[in-house]
């Protein structure tokens, strides 16, 4: 599926930059396909814009933020660096440097505002008029709960590669194998999957190898313990991973894998623990999840970004039980697509219909 040529996406909320990214003036990001700026207006909320000045078309985020006097600062309204047009947060030039202070500017001096909140520490976008909430996580105001902001990070990879990889139980003894993976037991333990309109709530208990090193981790000092997961999958590409300890400790990674374009995407990653700094530093935390990180991101990277997602599609790539998560996440998408009158574009498939106007030009 090339995600950047189903417009259905575009009517989402997607996690697309941490806050604390923005402090300093704009910054650019690519969100399936389409190039935006991000920058913080002058009430303190994140504002995205398309990445093009209407004047001679420099990208806005080589800008910076101005107040009301046209003072730089790192918030306010976004001036672009090639001559000075200022955007306020809806798209408007709302000043030109060279004009009279009086002059009036045409109101078709515009660049396209995109829907933009802050939610979670993140900015999120979306690209047209949303047709689903932002998943909701409860966490982030709980107070038995910290919050650590564990990952963002460009991946080579699709959306739907990493979201079947988190549901997926039969990597661990291979990618993770120096991990936390028990490489004797290759077979995967049973997942029980209850589907609902937002995707699927997945439910297994799976044994862990759990070293000296692993126990401020997992509460636990016995050298192999147990996962208890509860995770949980959110059309279209985000997810829930609620591993609890028999210790009692919960480790929850919320996880969105934002569509930059047809082959990256960003790994926006939450995590939230019910102990203390005191009990296992945030430090420790990153960096024991951030082995995991890379043992995924390495294989991923190596996968066709363009993943199979209608199935009725023979031949493409082949399937085990263990890979039901991946399928239904693959029916619910096909269910969305078919509910806007979209069906899988994947690569190659228009080549006959695109080549001879190509040569024709
Ligand atoms: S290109 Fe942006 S002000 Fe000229
Ligand atoms: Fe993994």
Same mark, same amino acid.
């Not at 564990?150 to 139980?169: C, H, K």
């Given at each position: 599926?090339?995600?950047?040529?189903?417009?259905?996406?575009?009517?989402?909320?997607?996690?697309?930059?941490?806050?604390?990214?923005?402090?300093?003036?704009?910054?650019?990001?690519?969100?399936?396909?389409?190039?935006?700026?991000?920058?913080?207006?002058?009430?303190?909320?994140?504002?995205?814009?398309?990445?093009?000045?209407?004047?001679?078309?420099?990208?806005?985020?080589?800008?910076?933020?101005?107040?009301?006097?046209?003072?730089?600062?790192?918030?306010?309204?976004?001036?672009?660096?090639?001559?000075?047009?200022?955007?306020?947060?809806?798209?408007?030039?709302?000043?030109?440097?060279?004009?009279?202070?009086?002059?009036?500017?045409?109101?078709?001096?515009?660049?396209?505002?995109?829907?933009?909140?802050?939610?979670?520490?993140?900015?999120?976008?979306?690209?047209?008029?949303?047709?689903?909430?932002?998943?909701?996580?409860?966490?982030?105001?709980?107070?038995?709960?910290?919050?650590?902001?564990?990952?963002?990070?460009?991946?080579?990879?699709?959306?739907?590669?990493?979201?079947?990889?988190?549901?997926?139980?039969?990597?661990?003894?291979?990618?993770?194998?120096?991990?936390?993976?028990?490489?004797?037991?290759?077979?995967?333990?049973?997942?029980?999957?209850?589907?609902?309109?937002?995707?699927?709530?997945?439910?297994?208990?799976?044994?862990?190898?759990?070293?000296?090193? #692993?126990?401020?981790?997992?509460?636990?000092?016995? %050298?192999?313990?147990? =996962? *208890?997961?509860?995770?949980?999958? !959110?059309? +279209? #590409?985000?997810?829930?991973?609620?591993?609890?300890? %028999?210790?009692?400790? =919960? *480790?929850?990674?919320?996880?969105? !894998?934002? +569509?930059?374009?047809?082959?990256?995407?960003?790994?926006?990653?939450?995590?939230? =623990?019910?102990?203390?700094?005191?009990?296992?530093?945030?430090?420790?935390?990153?960096?024991?999840?951030?082995?995991?990180?890379?043992?995924?991101?390495?294989?991923?990277?190596?996968?066709?970004?363009?993943?199979?997602?209608?199935?009725?599609?023979?031949?493409?790539?082949?399937?085990?039980?263990?890979?039901?998560?991946?399928?239904?996440?693959?029916?619910?998408?096909?269910?969305?697509?078919?509910?806007?009158?979209?069906?899988?574009?994947?690569?190659?498939?228009?080549?006959?219909?695109?080549?001879?106007?190509?040569?024709?030009?």
């Amino acid at each position: 599926m090339l995600v950047t040529r189903q417009p259905v996406f575009r009517k989402f909320w997607h996690a697309v930059m941490p806050l604390t990214e923005l402090a300093n003036g704009p910054k650019p990001f690519r969100l399936l396909g389409e190039d935006i700026v991000l920058f913080i207006d002058a009430d303190g909320q994140p504002a995205a814009l398309r990445d093009r000045c209407c004047h001679r078309t420099a990208r806005l985020s080589k800008g910076w933020c101005v107040d009301g006097e046209g003072q730089a600062c790192g918030t306010g309204a976004i001036q672009c660096g090639y001559h000075g047009w200022t955007y306020d947060r809806s798209g408007q030039v709302i000043r030109i440097p060279q004009y009279e202070a009086d002059r009036r500017i045409s109101p078709e001096y515009r660049t396209t505002a995109y829907r933009c909140t802050a939610r979670y520490g993140y900015a999120w976008v979306a690209l047209e008029e949303p047709i689903a909430d932002i998943p909701s996580i409860p966490e982030f105001d709980d107070l038995g709960y910290r919050t650590i902001f564990q990952f963002y990070e460009e991946w080579q990879t699709s959306p739907m590669r990493a979201l079947e990889n988190s549901f997926d139980n039969s990597h661990f003894s291979f990618v993770h194998r120096a991990t936390f993976g028990v490489a004797a037991s290759p077979k995967p333990s049973k997942y029980e999957l209850v589907e609902n309109d937002s995707g699927f709530y997945a439910e297994t208990i799976i044994d862990a190898t759990n070293p000296v090193k #692993f126990h401020a981790i997992s509460g636990v000092t016995d %050298p192999i313990t147990t =996962r *208890h997961m509860r995770n949980a999958y !959110f059309l +279209p #590409f985000s997810r829930r991973l609620d591993i609890e300890y %028999p210790s009692g400790v =919960r *480790h929850i990674i919320i996880n969105c !894998f934002t +569509p930059i374009d047809d082959g990256r995407m960003q790994l926006c990653q939450w995590l939230f =623990r019910n102990d203390t700094e005191a009990d296992c530093t945030a430090q420790m935390l990153i960096d024991f999840d951030e082995v995991i990180t890379r043992e995924d991101k390495d294989i991923l990277e190596s996968t066709d970004p363009d993943a199979l997602v209608d199935t009725r599609r023979r031949g493409v790539e082949y399937s085990m039980e263990s890979d039901r998560p991946g399928m239904l996440i693959r029916k619910h998408l096909m269910q969305l697509l078919a509910k806007h009158g979209e069906a899988e574009v994947y690569r190659g498939m228009d080549e006959n219909a695109v080549i001879p106007i190509a040569k024709a030009a």
